[in-house]
């Protein structure tokens, strides 16, 4: 059973800066493809971003894609979500997920961090 554990939310004026960590455990973190994503009040979860295990990366959008940039160190079972220059629509809960086979359902799911940016 894989855990996954998210931080790094937190409250941020526009413009600002966060970094989202994501501990895996439980699980042999180089063989899972690794995603973020976030679900906005009122709005559905929205995939963010995915680093595959074979090293292939994926955003969404290209609102996202000049912004945030999604990483992992695979030594440390850790994948990071760098998000500059964040708009208050980037307001949302964030998300970390798991899949060994990307493409299909993600399997695994962190509990959220919470990121909020004001206006």
């Known amino acids: 059973q894989v855990q996954l554990v998210e931080s790094g939310g937190g409250l941020v004026q526009a413009g600002g800066s966060l970094r989202l960590s994501c501990a895996a455990s439980?699980?042999?973190?180089?063989?899972?493809?690794m995603g973020w994503f976030r679900q906005a009040p009122g709005k559905e979860r929205e995939f963010v971003a995915a680093?595959?295990?074979?090293?292939?990366?994926?955003y969404n959008g290209d609102s996202v894609k000049c912004r945030f940039t999604i990483s992992r160190d695979n030594a440390k079972n850790m994948v990071y979500l760098q998000m500059n220059s964040l708009k208050p629509e980037d307001t949302a809960v964030y998300y970390c997920?798991?899949?060994?086979?990307?493409?299909?359902?993600?399997?695994?799911w962190g509990q959220g961090t919470q990121v909020t940016v004001s206006s």
């Open positions: 439980g699980g042999t973190f180089s063989s899972f493809s």
């Open positions: 997920a798991a899949t060994k086979l990307y493409g299909s359902k993600w399997d695994y």
């Open positions: 680093f595959t295990w074979k090293g292939s990366i994926t």
